[in-house]
């Protein structure tokens, strides 16, 4: 940097093609150191964001992680009480079915109980309707009995008159009718016992008569009250089988409830299992957060270290440009051919060039074979530009022919105004590459209106 100095402290002397040289190279080089501070300078500023960022997330992520982890506690002490009043249910509904079994058989049996009944019933109805007809013709008989009971009375009444006039006939006849007077008084005489006979029997008669009409009564009462029974069991063999059938409802529904408890408790169980690796891998986050957190702290020390290099290297620059300013002033005082009505008249045709080649659509999409294809081709026909390359909108190059030395361009100038939809021309500088003389231009490659990235080229001006 001294000998700089000391080659050019009286600036109107001649510069010889070596120190011009060196010169020239040390401008590039000081150039490029500018550009390198630049993007260590936006890359911490880039890394300070992302490590802020970072932590902020990490500590959100943590807090996260706790809540979710004191939720998991409480969810798990849920899952334990569902999984407890789901055994509950699977034990109430293992007893209530068995209770509905033994229900089932006890209809079962109360069932064919009613069905023996049925039939001990319908035989006593049977058997009554089988008695009936011969207490009827018992009945027809007594009527037959009684009505001969009458014509006895009758006879042994007619006898009696029979008798009567018999004896006052034989008075009449005399000693004659003696004989005849001792007939009729034997006829009389059986007459009435006959009569008495009739007499004392006829009241018996009446009695089994009569008994025999009530016995028919009551048969039939009993053969009417029996089918009423036969009725009545049929009503409650009935009852009794839609009682079964719904008690087999139930039981199939306890079943299907016995069923649906146990895959419950067997979800519940599988649930607690997940919920308890899901508890130890929010334990293990917590744990990996704390470990990134401690991390960024150690890089935020390691960034301040690297802001003091930083700082280390921009003193240095200052220190070169300033003294590289002198160099350049006495280059510039040797390029007595390059005015600035000239630099302004070629850049402005070759901006004017890079414009209708933005404008081809060849650059539209970003691919990087048919940017590199277009680019090759661009330089192969203007024989003044020494590079060319493309940036999409973020700054990154697709392509650049040859090999760009930095890694993003949206820190500079031409591409800043070029995606703002202008066209640049920058001030001469030495080119890294030629270590000549040169200028950069660029302008906005547009799709459907808007500005998708840069097409850039370097001039060189020899």
């Known amino acids: 940097m001294f000998r700089f100095q000391s080659a050019v402290k009286n600036k109107h002397e001649e510069v010889s093609p070596v120190w011009e040289k060196i010169a020239r190279e040390s401008l590039v080089a000081a150039d490029r150191l500018q550009a390198a501070v630049s993007e260590v300078d936006e890359s911490m500023e880039q ?32 899952v334990q009480e569902v999984a407890s009043s789901a055994q509950r249910i699977q034990d109430a509904a293992e007893q209530l079915h068995l209770r509905s079994d033994k229900t089932l058989q006890e209809a079962s049996r109360i069932t064919k109980s009613l069905a023996e009944a049925d039939g001990t019933i319908r035989s006593l109805a049977e058997s009554q309707q089988s008695i009936s007809g011969p207490l009827g013709d018992l009945e027809n008989n007594t009527h037959q009995l009684n009505k001969l009971y009458e014509e006895l009375e ?232 020494e590079a060319a390359w493309t940036n999409r909108a973020d700054g990154t190059f697709v392509v650049s022919i040859p090999e760009a030395g930095l890694l993003n361009a949206k820190g500079r100038e031409w591409f800043r105004q070029a995606m703002k939809g202008s066209a640049v021309i920058s001030d001469v500088y030495v080119s890294a590459i030629t270590k000549q003389r040169c200028i950069t231009l660029s302008v906005p490659i547009t799709k459907g209106g808007a500005v998708v990235g840069v097409l850039g080229a370097d001039l060189s001006l020899g």
Request: hydrophobic share 40%.
């Open 154 to 385: 009758g006879i042994a009444g007619e006898v009696s008159l029979l008798a009567l006039n018999a004896s006052i006939e034989a008075a009449r006849l005399g000693e004659q009718g003696r004989g005849f007077d001792v007939v009729a008084s034997r006829m009389r005489q059986l007459a009435e016992q006959s009569t008495a006979a009739i007499g004392n029997s006829a009241p018996l008669f009446r009695q089994i008569s009569n008994e025999v009409s009530r016995v028919k009564d009551t048969i039939k009462q009993g053969q009417s009250s029996a089918m009423d029974g036969v009725a009545l069991l049929r009503s409650m063999g009935d009852d009794i089988r839609y009682i079964s059938e719904e008690i087999a409802s139930v039981n199939e529904h306890v079943a299907e409830t016995g069923r649906l408890s146990m895959e419950q408790s067997e979800m519940t169980r599988n649930m607690k299992v997940m919920m308890q690796e899901v508890h130890q891998v929010l334990q293990s986050n917590i744990i990996h957060v704390d470990g990134a957190l401690q991390r960024m702290d150690s890089q935020r020390v390691h960034i301040s270290r690297l802001k003091s290099v930083a700082a280390g290297l921009h003193l240095a620059q200052d220190e070169l440009l300033s003294s590289l300013d002198t160099v350049r002033g006495v280059l510039d005082q040797q390029d007595t051919g390059l005015t600035s009505a000239y630099v302004e008249e070629i850049g402005q045709a070759f901006a004017d060039k890079l414009h209708a080649e933005a404008a081809s659509g060849l650059y539209e999409e970003m691919s990087i074979d048919a940017h590199h294809t277009a680019l090759k081709s661009l330089l192969a026909r203007e024989a003044g530009l």
């Open 47 to 78: 890394l300070q964001e992302l490590s802020e960022l970072s932590s902020a997330l990490d500590l959100g992520l943590k807090a996260g992680s706790e809540r979710s982890l004191e939720q998991m506690q409480e969810s798990l002490a849920v």
